[in-house]
């Protein structure tokens, strides 16, 4: 992002903090990828992650006034989003945290293959306590250092560093299991 | 030898909404701005003439607003209170007065038998002459012995 695309999202950011409900829209057009995929990574549920997005574009609609600048609303959306998909998931009553070990493994292995090497990492992920998830999602799909994934999740530096780290291992570790022969490593 | 890392940035790229994401997220946004219209632009009461025991008060120039319930509890204590006061008022009163009337009861009583007394000793008097003892052989004192030695009469204690 340049400094001019900066300034022009601060001016939208400006007018739809006045009210201005097309410039809201522009908001949420730019920023509706990343609030839905980091729910639907999350969850795994895309009806639920509409709904987790929509619930998210709501909240920031209400605290407009609060938002200072673009990177500002970029890290207030991933937040918001992060909390209300963990609300979401005590609401359905699989919240609770189990140990990265005890995660289980995905069911019906499939055959080993890059095709379905995505759709494997997804259960994967997906089989990873919930802070353990999202660190790995922000991490890997938002791009974020780990300072920024302890802002974003109010948790300690260190608590990312060791629960991610432990993360990638489980998740190296089964990756290996179910595909046999292949080595992975993270760098 | 492949990198986690990069499957996992593959496996978790970002994913476009449903079609029609945003404008049903206008559509939310709309539906709760009217709310918050319809909200603010309700009429604020009239104010009342005289004495309002519902609307906000104000005390020390912050709004104040009192329930029905809560007059309720307040008026009920005050009233417990004041009861309480005058019960315990008239128990005060009625153990005066009772305490007074046991006084003048025992007062009467002692002038009686002080006059019984008297007459008695007078009686005695007129019998025996002088006064003196009269004593039965096995030396007990019999009913003619004068009760009191200086034959004064019994001083009572003022009413």
Known sequence: MNHQT?????????????????????????????????????????????????????????????????????????????????????????????????????????????????????????????????????????????????????????????????????????????????????A | MKQLDDELRNALKRREPPPGFAQRVMARVEQLAEERERTAAKPERAPSSGWNLWSPWSWFGRKVSVSFGAVAAMAAVVLLAVGIAFWQQHRIEQERREGEAARAQLIEALRVTSAKLNHVRTKVRSVTGDGSLIRTPGGHRTSSEPFFDGGDEVALPAA
């Open chain 1, 6 to 186: 900066a300034e022009t999202q601060d001016a939208v950011l400006g007018r739809a903090a006045a009210g201005d409900s097309a410039a809201f829209e522009e908001i949420v057009r730019a920023h509706q990828s990343m609030v839905f995929s980091v729910a639907c990574h999350f969850l795994r549920d895309p009806g639920r992650a509409e709904e987790i997005a929509q619930e998210a574009f709501l909240r920031l609609y209400q605290n407009l006034d609060r938002i200072e600048s673009q990177a500002h609303l970029v890290q207030w959306l991933r937040k918001v989003t992060w909390r209300c998909a963990i609300d979401e998931l005590r609401r359905a009553g699989h919240g609770k945290e189990t140990a990265l070990d005890d995660a289980p493994d995905p069911v019906a292995p499939d055959p080993p293959g890059d095709l379905l090497l995505t759709d494997r990492l997804h259960k994967l992920v997906a089989s990873l306590p919930p802070r353990a998830r999202m660190m790995v999602i922000l991490r890997y799909q938002e791009d974020l250092d780990l300072a920024e994934i302890a802002k974003t999740m109010d948790v300690p530096l260190n608590t990312v560093k060791s629960g991610l780290s432990r993360a990638l291992g489980v998740l190296r570790q089964k990756l290996n299991r179910v595909l046999g022969d292949a080595e992975y490593e993270t």
